[in-house]
Structure formats: structure tokens, C-alpha cells
């Protein structure tokens, strides 16, 4: 934990094919491995999930091809560890086959209070304040990770992967 903060994230996707086409089965597959892998790891707190077990059913917006994944981690480390040096990384890699290109930002990572839990609101509206004003401490990605908040410090840069660095 830092110092009373946890570390929120969200992650919207818009699938290339309806939830229900067979196409897709390899992608439910897969995500239902990697919520397990989340659920294991050191840092993890909590996750969106709908009585499937997964957030793919809860429909975000009005577009029913839409998603969002959102979880709480005790700190960034944790969930950079996750992201990037897990199984969960291999899967992310191959999301072109699944998932089309997000013309803005796809993922947002904020600090809450120790205990709060997020809502789908809340991701959205991170979503667009990166879009609108790029990273600041309300709402920021790996590339550009702000301290939370009283820790003090300039904007570190963890180094995502090139290919996912949360706005591209």
C-alpha cells in the first residue's frame, strides 16, 4: 500500500465481432486465465466483475461491442508487474485479433483511498480526462505515472511497452 492510496486502472476495448460470436472463444478463453492470474497476485485487491466472473457482460456504454476492465492494486508496481512480466503479457499482445484500435485512450490509472472501490463512471471519466488534457495526477498511464497524492515527486515514467502504452 502507499501511504493510505491504492492504485485504480481501467481498460476499454471495443471487440471486433458481437460477445456472442464463436470467434471470439479463444479471447473468453484466455480472459478468464488472466482474471485468475489477477485474482493470484501480490498487490492485487479487487476487480469489476458481473455474475460471469468477468466484466464483459455489465456494458459500459451503448455500444454492445463495448468493454471495460477495471481493477484496484495496492501500487503501481504491482500492477505494472501484471500488465507486464506475467502471462497476462502475451495474451495483451496478441488483443489486434480480438479487439479493435481505440481512437483515444484505452487506459487510465488514478489513485483512490485505501478501501474505495471505483465505479464505471469513474473509469470513464478518467478515460476522457487523459483525452482531454493528457496525463495529470487525476488521471494518468504508465508512461507518465504520477505519485499518489502527499507522496510528492515528479511524474515517473515506468517504461510500459511501446506497443501499449495507454493512449496509442
Known sequence: MTSGWHLAQCNIARLLLPFD???LSEFFGELARVNAIADRTPGFVW???GDSGDAMALAPTPDPQVALNMSVWEDAESLFDFVY???HT????KRRQWIEPWAGAYQALWWIEAGTIP???DALARLWLIDRYGPTPRAFTFKTRFPAPGMGGAPVDMKPDPWCAGNA
Request: a positive charge; hydrophobic letters at 40%.
Open 21 to 23: 460470436d464463436p470467434r
Open 47 to 49: 476487480r469489476l466483475q
Open 85 to 87: 512480466r506475467s502471462a
Open 90 to 93: 502475451p495474451v495483451m499482445a
Open 119 to 121: 465505479t464505471i463512471d
